[in-house]
């Protein structure tokens, strides 16, 4: 019991839109806490990892993703556009903000954030890139707007760019990746193998 998982995701994936629940829900099941990491994927991990930008997958990648998508957003009754309006997106206003949400509030509130603006995202055609979007997503969990105010902050860049970083030296190439005592899990399908490792302490 107690160990921690270092959750490192993009807030525009899908993957970790179906995945975000059922983790926190894992995690409170076994007595872990989270460690709330949202990274600069496409800019940073996919350079050194050999990832492409999804326009850059091969057509043959790009269609199967749908199939996945589409398999797992049933398999999951959760909600999913397939093609959401405002997608591709960039991420990293909304990463910065879960990470003000995180050092104001805790990981809790960060991780009450992040689902928002994942399902923003994938299942309210909402525009995670836009300020008062974000904006709005605060006051929907009852958060300050002050903390759209300190993403903007020089200590959350530094901790976006931290937490990049770490998930570099760890090994991780995409998203989600849950990592629990330096092993890697990736992808939200991986997270039965999470909660077994997590049930065995």
Known sequence: MGRTVDYYFAPQSPWAYLGHQRLADIAQRAGASIRVMPIDLGG????????????QRAPQRQAYRLVELQRFSQHLNAPLNLKPRFFPVG????ARLIIAADLAHGAEAAMKVAGAVLTACWSQERNIADDK?????????????AVLGQSHSQ???ERYESYTQAAIDAGVFGAPSYVV???IFWGQD?????ERVLAAD
């Open 155 to 157: 200590a959350v860049q």
């Open 190 to 194: 991986r997270l039965d193998f999470v």
């Open 133 to 145: 979007v974000l904006a709005e997503l605060l006051a929907e969990q009852g958060m300050p707007e």
């Open 44 to 55: 940073k991990v996919f350079p050194i990892s050999g990832g492409l930008p999804l326009g």
């Open 91 to 94: 991420g990293d206003d909304a």
């Open 181 to 183: 005592a330096d092993e």
